[in-house]
């Protein structure tokens, strides 16, 4: 088996996210799309330099009833307890693996180097669909499936909001792989249990 691999395409950047698509050829094509956050090494920078400032502060109000020394290393300890909560929380990327015959496989990478993934196998997915979410201070697009004997919506990106012309390339890739699972359940006489 010759697995041919072809090079990224179709990127899309903005000031937060990057978007990727890929193509894995072998005996079916496996689309990778993934939205990775764009680091802004300055914001960063000027966070940590927040959080120290902070740290101090609260340390220095608390020096008053402790010992110096004490108070310094409290306040050490507590700066890199929470500089390093704060890093490894810290969402890297969101991939959507469409696989047209098995399914999506849904991963959430952090900065940590923790991978969360759920797989929704594709005689599970009813559709794709793109709606738009209004709270009482933003709005924004979210890319979710339709999946059979779920009382909720599957959110494709759990953690991350990218923009409009991010999400449709990948909706494409989903609806194209459950149109091709619907019509080759049609072609194998099995059509009537993917609407039951």
């Known amino acids: 088996m010759d697995v041919h691999y072809q ?3 179709a990127a899309i950047s903005t000031k937060k996210y990057s978007y990727v698509c ?3 050829q072998g005996f079916q094509i496996i689309t990778r799309h993934h939205v990775v956050v764009r680091r802004k090494k300055m914001l960063e ?3 940590w330099c927040a959080v120290f400032g902070l740290m101090a502060c609260i340390c220095t109000l608390l020096s008053s009833t402790v010992e110096q020394g004490a108070s310094f290393i409290g306040m050490c300890i507590l700066c890199i307890l929470v500089a390093t909560a704060i890093h490894r929380n810290g969402i890297q990327q969101e991939s959507v693996v469409v696989m047209p015959t098995l ?7 952090y ?3 923790k991978v969360f993934r759920r ?3 594709m005689g599970n997915i009813l559709a794709a ?3 738009e979410a209004v709270t009482p201070f933003t709005c924004y697009w979210y890319l979710a499936l339709i999946v059979r004997d779920e009382r909720k919506l599957v959110l494709v990106f759990q953690e991350l909001r990218p923009p409009l012309d991010m999400l449709v390339p990948i909706w494409k890739s989903l609806c194209s792989a459950i149109a091709n699972k619907m019509l080759q359940q049609s072609n ?3 059509w009537s249990s993917s609407f039951a």
């Open 111 to 113: 900065r940590s180097g």
């Open 129 to 131: 669909v793109i709606n």
């Open 103 to 109: 399914g999506v496989q849904l991963e959430t990478y």
């Open 22 to 24: 890929e193509d894995r």
């Open 188 to 190: 194998d006489g099995d």
């Open 7 to 9: 090079l990224p395409r």
């Open 119 to 121: 797989f929704v196998p």
């Open 45 to 47: 920078f000027l966070l």
